[in-house]
Nanobody, 120 residues
Framework: QVQFVESGGGLVQPGGSLRLSCAASGFTFSYYAVRWYRQAPGKERELVAGILSDGGGTNYADSVQGRFIISRDNLKNTAYLQMNSLKPEDTALYYC?????????????WGQGTLVTVSS
């Protein structure tokens, strides 16, 4: 089964930190770039961060630049999102994603999401 499973979300106070994990299975994780997205109630899905297959290149949305860090461990088939200095505006369902190739074509792989709530 080709899948991502996100974990690590929860309730945190403003200014706090969380680390999200995204465990991959069913495909060769190290071949592909990974992205984290989020979607807050009433808003469109937003790209938060991306990382290249070897971890050497990353990019971030302006809204999280300097606060979030994306990383990956290809030996563990896992991507991470370290979230620091959290704000209420960061409250959202967070998803990881990769666009992979199989014998029959391209496939978008998405996890089920993990909920992050930033509140006092």
């Amino acid at each position: 089964q080709v899948q991502f499973v996100e974990s690590g979300g929860g309730l945190v106070q403003p200014g706090g930190s969380l680390r999200l994990s995204c465990a991959a299975s069913g495909f060769t994780f190290s071949y592909y770039a990974v992205r984290w997205y989020r979607q807050a109630p009433g808003k469109e899905r937003e790209l938060v961060a991306g990382i290249l297959s070897d971890g050497g290149g990353t990019n971030y949305a302006d809204s999280v630049q300097g606060r979030f860090i994306i990383s990956r461990d290809n030996l563990k088939n896992t991507a991470y999102l370290q979230m620091n200095s959290l704000k209420p505006e960061d409250t959202a369902l967070y998803y990881c994603n990769a666009d992979i190739y199989v014998d029959y074509g391209n496939v978008e792989v998405w996890g089920q999401g993990t909920l992050v709530t930033v509140s006092s």
